[in-house]
């Protein structure tokens, strides 16, 4: 079996003693910060709910590979839609529905819910009614901030697997092995990201950003022509945050590359949406150096103009 996971070791012996038990528990909550590997672990358990060898991963089966590509039937992810804050009801009552139809395959079917903290008492409420009464070969995984949003009826029914961010060491290692990066490239990013694995990836640009409205929103005014002066106001709560701006860029860079492949063949943009997912690579790598922050969206947008 092969799962590389940083830190979090008595988690995650936990979690391969139920597997190789072969009792995983029908509810689960995954709390800690974005970038503490809450998904990489969601993913692990899904994964050994559905392999095929039965209480263990291996990897190498029709399900392990279906997950590996996101593409196994039977494992969902749920979270808000796009443009909303919160899970919905509605999203919770087709879960329900969902919950009762049979896998499509041999194993479990696995309900991954994404930023769990959102639901509200009333969709709580639902998905507690479900919860109650677990229809058979089901598997919810709650993955939050923090359980603390919970109803309490929610938390008794699920068991809790908190997640920490690893030792400042344990991250330069896991980064430096997993991209080849040079060490103090490594170093510089996991201070900046106080050791959150997931944030010092995103920093180097290895990791996509989690959506980012204010990326969005700098996007729009971008292909917008808008002038300097307004780009430069819409950066401006960036300026204190190195992480935020980490993000923000990762993330702005990923919609001009969605923009370039929407506008393929408009030869009138094209050079134009290059010309700035050039300039965002090249400036990227400049914010795990000790560039001040106000100097770096100066130049930044100074290049995009
Ligand atoms: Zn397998």
Redesign the pocket.
């Known amino acids: 079996m092969s799962f590389s996971f940083v830190g979090n070791a008595r988690i995650i012996e936990t979690v391969n003693r139920f597997i190789s038990a072969g009792h995983i528990p029908h509810a689960i909550i995954i709390e800690g910060d974005e970038g503490t590997g809450r998904k990489t672990l969601a993913n692990y358990i899904a994964?050994a709910a559905?392999?095929?060898?039965g209480n263990?991963?291996?990897?190498?089966?029709k399900?392990?590979r279906l997950v590996d590509t996101n593409n196994h039937p039977d494992i969902i992810y749920i979270a808000p839609e796009e443009r909303k804050k919160n899970i919905s009801v509605a999203q919770i009552r087709t879960l329900r529905s969902d919950a009762y139809i049979k896998p499509h395959m041999q194993g479990k079917k696995v309900f991954i819910i994404n930023k769990a903290e959102t639901l509200n008492e009333m969709a709580q409420n639902a998905l507690l009614k479900t919860l109650e009464e677990p229809p058979a070969n089901v598997l919810f995984i709650l993955i939050t901030e923090s359980s603390s949003a919970f109803l309490d009826t929610i938390i008794s029914r699920c068991v809790c697997l908190s997640l920490l961010a690893p030792s400042r060491q344990e991250s330069i290692d896991y980064i430096k092995a997993e991209t080849g990066i040079e060490q103090s490239l490594c170093e510089n990013a996991v201070d900046s990201a106080r050791n959150n694995i997931g944030k010092a990836l995103v920093l180097l640009g290895r990791n996509s950003a989690p959506t980012n409205a204010l990326a969005e929103e700098f996007a729009a005014q971008l292909f917008d022509n808008a002038p300097t002066i307004e780009l430069l106001k819409s950066v401006h709560s960036l300026e204190k945050d190195r992480i935020a701006a980490g993000e923000f860029v990762s993330q702005l860079k990923a919609i001009v590359a969605d923009k370039i492949r929407l506008e393929q063949n408009n030869a009138i943009v094209l050079p134009r949406l290059i010309k700035y997912y050039d300039t965002l690579s090249e400036m990227q790598p400049h914010l795990i150096t000790n560039i001040n922050l106000s100097l770096f969206f100066t130049s930044l947008i100074s290049k995009l103009k």
């Open positions: 994964k559905v392999c095929l060898s263990s991963v291996c990897d190498n089966c399900c392990c």
